[in-house]
């Protein structure tokens, strides 16, 4: 790395079947010796010491989990069904423990991240149709953060949420340049979020005392009873799977230093499972306590006439109001720091990720300041024009419809990924089990039919209580159902398109066996020595994206 501290940009290097080839044949070379070292101290050390090395893009994923939209839809699950809906974010997070999974395993088995291998499989149109998709996904789930954090800044500061977007630019491009100091560091910071918003929602707890027994039965027996039940059982499935995660999850692994060897590179991929399954039981606990929390208040025996008009229409910015009257004023700044907590972190991930898809499908190289600020930028206009423009009730309409557009984007990064997943070409021999596979393609697709269903019966709904002129209802209309039709042909598309670009290049077999007894190959090793698969990116580890 230069001494102006710049880090090499995603494509620099060229990548052939797994293997780095440098512009100078010299550096390749120390580089690769340098490499070897660290493989074979790699493998002398404890399994603990192995595991701490993979410790911290679970943690980095897991807090998509707990966005501000995401809390908005567990509050109004509790306060509708009390703890009735807890399995479905059950069966929602073991879904995405196993997306996410096949996500992190994709970038360590390739040593490429999503983005990367979409643009080298599909042609450039599809490539720049992705890429816009992957964009406004982006967006769209920064949205709700951005007015999250803002709300709470709203809360705290008692200034005009309009102000507290302006102010999330600010902060959150004062802590993505932690990031200048390694990826290690925004991990340790995002995990340090985490742990505040878990404690805000269990001093809440612990103040409501709910039944437990109540709690269990909600999480572990499935139920769908009562008017809406399953529109919010849709909206809370529907809002566990973010399309940027799966990008940004298959490039974090790729900060690790793994050696280069099949039976390496699967106890990496066991290692990130774990580590990524702690945190989303972390995540998991969150969510949970968010829906306990608003259940056991809004379905209080004691409760007033006017705190029932607002539990029946749960916001970030009616919560406080509520909590104040129940619990006490104290309540309320809790809550606006776990939702300052819960925006902050969510807004910086999504920086992350948007430069992963910018540098993955474009291959575009500029420096990281200018790239951070055009992502924040893109991202916090439409915030900030409807803050100013319609004001807080503005900004919550935006939210659910940041969280419509989410649900239409998500096949286009599911479907590539499963495909390259189980694909020989891209893995080579490390695919994925048929079981896996069949059971991943299952859920995902029963994902995507409850997207679409969610995104039609929410076209019906409004088609039907809109008062727009019967010519207005019939050109929006012609627009949607034409946007549609594209939809299914696009996904049917990915679906069925078969790979063509081989990216495997198996590991020879004597480089191999030399890999595993922990040897370092000679420097003037064989070109076949030279493909082996090289999970390990300096660009993603050694400083800020």
């Not at 494509?11 to 052939?16: D, K, N, P, S, V």
């Not at 575009?364 to 924040?376: A, P, S």
């Not at 076949?528 to 993603?540: C, F, I, S, T, V």
Request: aromatic content about 10%; glycine content about 6%; proline content about 4%.
């Amino acid at each position: 790395m230069e001494g102006t501290g710049e880090m090499r940009e995603i494509g620099r290097e060229t990548l052939h079947g797994g293997a780095v080839q440098s512009s100078s044949e010299t550096d390749g070379h120390k580089e690769k010796t340098i490499d070897s070292e660290k493989d074979g101290q790699f493998r002398v050390q404890p399994k603990w010491r192995k595991f701490l090395a993979h410790v911290g893009p679970g943690a980095l994923v897991a807090i998509g989990f707990l966005d501000p939209s995401n809390l908005e839809t567990d509050m109004q699950a509790g306060a509708d069904f009390k703890y009735e809906l807890l399995w479905v974010i059950l069966v929602g997070m073991v879904f995405a423990l196993l997306i996410q999974t096949l996500a992190a395993n994709l970038g360590v088995k390739t040593g490429r991240h999503l983005a990367e291998l979409c643009r080298e499989e599909y042609p450039r149109y599809v490539n720049i149709f992705l890429w816009i998709i992957a964009e406004l996904a982006v967006i769209s789930d920064d949205i709700p953060e951005v007015l999250g954090t803002a709300f709470a800044f709203n809360i705290l500061l008692k200034i005009p949420v309009w102000a507290g977007v302006i102010l999330t630019v600010f902060s959150t491009l004062l802590l993505l340049g932690v990031q200048r100091f390694g990826a290690r560091k925004l991990e340790f910071i995002i995990a340090a979020f985490m742990f505040t918003m878990a404690a805000c929602f269990f001093g809440e707890l612990s103040y409501l005392r709910p039944s437990a027994g109540e709690v269990v039965r909600g999480m572990f027996v499935p139920s769908l009873q009562g008017k809406g039940a399953a529109a919010n059982a849709i909206a809370l499935f529907g809002a566990i799977i973010t399309p940027y995660n799966l990008f940004l999850h298959s490039a974090l692994v790729l900060s690790r230093k793994t050696p280069r060897s099949d039976k390496s590179i699967r106890a990496a991929c066991r290692y990130f499972l774990i580590e990524c399954s702690l945190a989303f039981i972390v995540a998991f606990v969150i969510n949970v306590s968010v829906v306990v929390v608003a259940g056991s208040i809004c379905n209080a025996n004691n409760l007033s006439s006017a705190d029932a008009n607002t539990c029946s229409d749960l916001t970030l910015q009616s919560t406080p109001l509520l909590l104040r009257n129940v619990l006490g004023r104290s309540s309320s700044v809790v809550y606006a720091v776990a939702l300052l907590a819960s925006g902050q972190s969510t807004t910086i991930s999504c920086t992350f990720a948007g430069q992963v898809i910018m540098q993955g499908f474009l291959d575009m190289k500029m420096k990281n300041w200018v790239r951070n600020l055009i992502t924040r930028v893109i991202a916090i206009a439409p915030s900030l024009i409807v803050s100013i423009v319609s004001g807080p009730s503005g900004a919550g309409k935006l939210i659910i419809l940041s969280s419509m557009i989410l649900s239409f984007e998500l096949p286009f990064a599911l479907i590539p990924l499963l495909k390259f997943c189980n694909s020989s070409k891209k893995v080579g021999p490390l695919k994925e089990s048929i079981y896996t596979v069949v059971i991943a393609w299952i859920l995902s697709f029963a994902l995507i039919v409850v997207n679409t269903y969610f995104l039609v019966w929410t076209y019906v709904d409004w088609l039907v209580h809109n008062s727009l002129p019967r010519y207005a209802n019939g050109l929006v209309s012609v627009v949607v159902f034409a946007l549609m039709a594209a939809y299914l042909v696009a996904v049917v598309y990915l679906t069925f398109r078969k790979d063509t670009v081989v990216t495997y290049v198996p590991v020879p077999e004597r480089a191999q066996v030399q890999a595993e007894a922990g040897g370092a190959p000679a420097v003037d090793a064989s070109a076949a020595d030279e493909d082996q698969p090289a999970p390990y990116r300096k660009d993603l580890a050694d400083a800020s994206m």
